[in-house]
């Protein structure tokens, strides 16, 4: 039997390797992340989904666990600009607003 591939909301750095990444589509984890000072890049995708591609720390680790776990706080204000920023960027690629 194969086993079930990882949602992208929850790939897991690769400590190991001294490039590695920490990949989501969620919105609301980017968002929260760059709130807290991760800052992604944004990658298209060919079926039109945006990933949020963050640089691997064992900081953004602990804050992605919280996120996932329901213990993470945020300024709510911080979070909003962030979810904004990244909205803007996402309509960027897409190419128009919404």
């Not at 690769?14 to 992604?40: K, R």
């Not at 298209?44 to 949020?52: H, V």
């Not at 963050?54 to 953004?60: H, I, R, S």
């Not at 213990?71 to 960027?92: C, E, F, H, N, S």
Request: glycine share 8%; aromatic share 8%.
């Amino acid at each position: 039997m194969f086993p079930r591939r990882a949602s992208l909301d929850s790939l897991p750095a690769d400590a190991s390797q001294s490039n590695a990444v920490f990949v989501t589509d969620h919105l609301a984890l980017a968002a929260f992340l760059a709130s807290q000072g991760h800052e992604p890049t944004l990658v298209p995708t060919r079926s039109g989904k945006i990933l949020f591609r963050f640089g691997a720390t064992p900081e953004l680790n602990a804050a992605a666990t919280a996120f996932n776990d329901g213990i993470a706080t945020v300024d709510p204000v911080l979070y909003d600009a962030a979810r904004i920023g990244l909205r803007k960027q996402m309509d960027a690629l897409k190419g128009g607003a919404r």
